[in-house]
């Protein structure tokens, strides 16, 4: 049954093409019979007429205004060679139909003006019995069929613009999702850059103060100025580090911003945070576990962001009874991070879409900040309502 929707749905003029021929068949055998019967018209009349009423069938869906042309000159041979009503009329029922629903708007009102005029034709034409009362009433009950017709065809033509309107709302909503999310996706990455700079800077600036200590007591104390390289040696790396993620960073078209370069957060500021969010009424339970050592600096920044963004959403989604619990997790190789609340939330959307103080963007930007350093990320509703993200961020690293 599904194959033969789809070959129809297909093969649109197959079908008129076979309905034109049954129809051909059936209004030769009855216009014939009913010619001979009358005897007032000739049966080489009728075939002709037939044809091009099939035609009309037959490239309905191709040509529809040409087709409706077509059928009202044969409405008008009929009814001067007084070629009486047959099968075939059956057609100017259906281009009626079809010219409403896919013709054009002149050719729609065309249609509902021949549709309601045919049948009053072709009553004052061939079938007055001599009372006015009755073929009046004739004439409109065979009119109703032609203006149905031509409603339905035209409901179908509103609903299919409808639906097309509605499809190309959505594709174009679509786009501007992407695009919003292209245009996210850039400026935390912009920011990412600039904070990346900050640390850079830091560690290098170490190493020039480190630097000139060395060179200072180099003679007078050299166990001091031995120190002083190692540090040298490891803020370089750790520089370098962090250096490859700025590498992988596009930082283009920003505008630097007065007081945007300040020193960064690290994890140890996750308990001010944690300690604003109560004060502001949003009851929070904060644990540490493991031993805290000291993190890479783009770890603990990244760390500290992920930790306000999900405090800024319980905020703002939670509702007014909602608590939140944020978990610090040492493992040996990594930084874990668990963030829950138990509000009642809101679509993951506005997560993806939302920012922390219209500089961050949800879920994005923690995606981004948690690439960067090779971490993994995960996010979603809560068993039992509220949210849930967890992330695990790697202490090597990332060449």
């Not at 009851?283 to 963004?309: C, H, M, N, W």
């Not at 350093?373 to 967890?390: E, K, Y």
């Amino acid at each position: 049954m599904q194959r033969l929707y789809d070959f129809l749905r297909r093969h649109p003029t197959g079908v008129d093409s076979f309905w034109a021929a049954f129809l051909f068949g059936i209004s030769l055998l009855s216009g014939t019979a009913s010619s001979a019967e009358r005897g007032n018209e000739a049966p080489a009349l009728i075939v002709p007429i037939t044809l091009l009423l099939c035609l009309v069938i037959a490239l309905r869906r191709r040509m529809p205004e040409k087709m409706l042309l077509l059928s009202v000159g044969i409405g008008v041979t009929q009814l001067l060679l007084n070629v009486q009503t047959m099968a075939a009329d059956f057609a100017m029922l259906v281009i009626v139909y079809t010219v409403a629903a896919t013709g054009a708007r002149w050719a729609s009102r065309l249609a509902l003006a021949v549709g309601l005029c045919a049948a009053p034709m072709a009553q004052m034409r061939w079938q007055l019995d001599g009372s006015a009362l009755g073929n009046a009433a004739k004439a409109i009950f065979l009119t109703v069929p032609f203006a149905l017709a031509w409603v339905l065809g035209d409901s179908i033509r509103t609903r299919r613009a409808y639906f097309a309107q509605l499809e190309e709302r959505a594709s174009r909503l679509e786009k501007e999702r992407e695009a919003q999310a292209k245009v996210a996706v850039a400026a935390e990455r912009a920011r990412i850059a600039r904070e990346l700079h900050d640390v850079v800077a830091h560690n290098v600036s170490v190493m020039v103060v480190q630097a000139d200590g060395a060179a200072y007591v180099l003679d007078a104390a050299p166990d001091q100025a031995k120190k002083a390289l190692e540090t040298i040696s490891s803020t370089g790396r750790q520089a370098l580090a962090e250096m490859r993620r700025l590498l992988g960073v596009l930082r283009t078209g920003e505008h630097q911003e007065v007081g945007e370069y300040v020193p960064q957060p690290d994890v140890e500021q996750i308990d001010d945070l944690v300690e604003q969010c109560r004060t502001s009424g949003l009851p929070v339970d904060f644990k540490v576990e493991g031993t805290p050592r000291p993190l890479p600096s783009g770890v603990e920044l990244t760390a500290y962001r992920i930790v306000q963004e999900a405090l800024t959403n319980t905020r703002k989604h939670g509702g007014p009874n909602a608590g939140a619990s944020v978990r610090l997790v040492y493992f040996d190789d990594g930084l874990g991070l668990l963030v829950e609340d138990d509000g009642k939330g809101a679509p993951h959307e506005l997560y993806e879409e939302g920012g922390t103080d219209g500089q961050g963007h949800g879920l994005i930007g923690m995606r981004e900040r948690v690439g960067m350093v090779g971490g993994t990320l995960d996010a979603g509703p809560r068993p039992g309502g509220g949210f849930r993200i967890s992330a695990l961020l790697p202490l090597k690293p990332v060449h």
